[in-house]
């Protein structure tokens, strides 16, 4: 676990996708289906939704920069923001997708209460789909 990553370990390639999937939906499914996260959906600020979707992103880029390319960006900087970015959508897409089938997407009264909904859900998802992906070395 200590060797370096070659160059094209760093590409973001169809299994690492389905990783960040199996990962995201590790914790969207629980935590989805709780009615705290509906409430709190509905009384927490926008802002503060935003500010744990800055965290999710800031997690996501700490440890994709230290797992994949072990503290060095130089002529990387591309792959690295394409990951960081597959990985946050991916989830969010994911987390969106739970909630819809237990219908609790849809159902929220405003777009913003639906979008609450899934970064909330997206805040700890994005964490188990970020340690999934990173758990595995071609």
């Known amino acids: 676990m200590s060797e370096p990553l070659l160059p094209d370990n760093r590409k973001l390639i169809w299994r690492?996708?389905?990783?960040?999937?199996?990962?995201?939906?590790?914790?969207?499914?629980?935590?989805?289906?709780?009615?705290?996260?509906?409430?709190?959906?509905?009384?927490?600020?926008?802002?503060?939704?935003?500010?744990?979707?800055?965290?999710?992103?800031?997690?996501?880029?700490?440890?994709?920069?230290?797992?994949?390319?072990?503290?060095?960006?130089?002529?990387?900087?591309g792959r690295f923001v394409i990951r960081v970015c597959a990985v946050y959508f991916i989830t969010l897409i994911c987390c969106a997708t739970i909630l819809l089938a237990v219908n609790q997407l849809m159902t929220a009264e405003t777009t913003s209460i639906a979008i609450k909904r899934v970064i909330i859900v997206s805040f700890p998802a994005s964490f188990a789909a970020t340690v999934v992906d990173g758990m595995s070395k071609d």
């Not at 590790?26 to 935590?31: C, G, K, M, S």
């Open 16 to 77: 690492d996708i389905t990783e960040i999937m199996v990962g995201s939906c590790l914790l969207a499914f629980p935590v989805s289906v709780t009615e705290e996260v509906w409430t709190l959906s509905e009384t927490l600020p926008f802002s503060r939704a935003l500010y744990l979707l800055l965290w999710s992103v800031i997690f996501i880029a700490l440890f994709t920069y230290h797992r994949y390319f072990n503290g060095c960006l130089k002529g990387h900087v």
